[in-house]
């Protein structure tokens, strides 16, 4: 069963990222490339850029996940879940103390993009990454995202 | 653009076994404060405290920034002694309720008492360490081979031992002979 066609999808989301005991706001240009088959099914690779902007004095910090995602697709829209891998560096607050993390994490994606002007839409995002390691800050635990934005689309038949 | 299905197929299995192959790793870059002092300026002229005590056998416990001598900061966890372990959990669970109180003095207070109970503590696990290896030092001489005995340089080996014991130091094969 031959691919039916091939995406190339862009957007900036705006939201929230829970990582230990402090939500902060998270700006996400993302991309992805997805391919998708005549019955629907559909298989992308999604990577999401996102930036926390500074709350104290640890300053700004950044997040990268990329995942690779399995889900339907139709006319207007996609959903499409799968495993991530997450590379950070972000001030983060645990139980009892507070600092700047660096990290690698696996975790999970979900999206779905719903296209109702053409090429343009609107694309929802949730990510879940477990963070854990020697940090005093959060040895252990999962970090949480969901965002939303404009997206776009430009597909490849 | 032809990409055949069982290729597809694969896929899923490919990105979960490359997903799974990593486990999650962190570490605290730089130094790190109890938490509702990290706005604005926390850590300048304040009583920050910089969990220094996470290091192994022997090391400075966490000290306030306040002291003359302020350790190195390092907010990552290292092995350490089962003893020292709970001293540490014990103070992370002590200045997480610390972190609770409102009011500014009585938070700085609270941690300054929990920081004591912290020497205190590791002092305790110091102590109680050095007494297993006097009771191993004993049984050394009481009970190990005479080889362990037999002074080499001005020392014997149980005397070596011991002090390997006292250090930290995980015991030699030729210490383990010797009771340790």
């Known amino acids: 069963m031959p691919v039916e066609a091939l995406e190339l999808r862009g957007g900036v989301s705006l939201g929230v990222m829970l990582a230990g005991t402090q939500p902060r706001l998270a700006v996400s240009p993302h991309a992805g490339i997805s391919w998708r088959t005549e019955s629907g099914f559909l298989f992308a690779i999604h990577d999401s850029f996102s930036i926390l902007p500074a709350t104290n004095k640890d300053g700004v910090g950044v997040y990268n996940q990329t995942s690779a995602d399995f889900g339907v697709a139709w006319d207007k829209g996609d959903f499409s879940v799968g495993p991530s891998l997450s590379i950070y560096s972000m001030p983060a607050c645990g139980v009892a103390w507070c600092g700047r993390l660096v990290g690698l994490s696996p975790g999970g994606h979900a999206q779905t993009n719903v296209y109702f002007a053409g090429p343009f839409g609107v694309s929802v995002s949730a990510n879940i990454a477990w963070i854990g390691g020697i940090s005093l800050v959060l040895p252990g635990g999962v970090a949480a995202m969901v965002v939303a934005g404009p997206a776009f689309r430009w597909s490849s038949e | ?180």
């Open chain 2, 1 to 180: 653009m032809e990409l055949g299905v069982n290729s597809m197929r694969s896929l899923p299995w490919i990105a979960v076994i490359a997903i799974s192959s990593f486990t999650a790793c962190n570490y605290t870059e730089g130094e790190c404060y109890p938490r509702g002092q990290g706005g604005g300026n926390a850590g300048v002229g304040g009583s920050v405290v910089v969990p220094n005590g996470a290091g192994g056998f022997g090391d400075v416990p966490p000290e306030s920034q306040d002291a003359t001598d302020p350790p190195p900061p390092d907010c990552n966890i290292v092995p350490q002694s089962p003893c020292n372990e709970k001293c540490l959990a014990d103070y992370v669970e002590a200045a997480a309720e610390c972190g609770k109180l409102e009011n500014e003095t009585q938070r700085r207070a609270c941690q300054d008492v929990a920081f004591l109970g912290y020497k205190s503590c590791r002092e305790n696990c110091r102590q109680k360490e050095n007494k297993e290896c006097d009771d191993k030092y004993q049984d050394c001489i009481n009970h190990g081979p005479s080889s362990c005995r037999k002074e080499e340089a001005g020392k014997s080996l149980c005397n070596r031992c011991w002090e390997r014991c006292n250090a930290g130091d995980s015991p030699s094969a030729r210490c383990r002979n010797c009771k340790f």
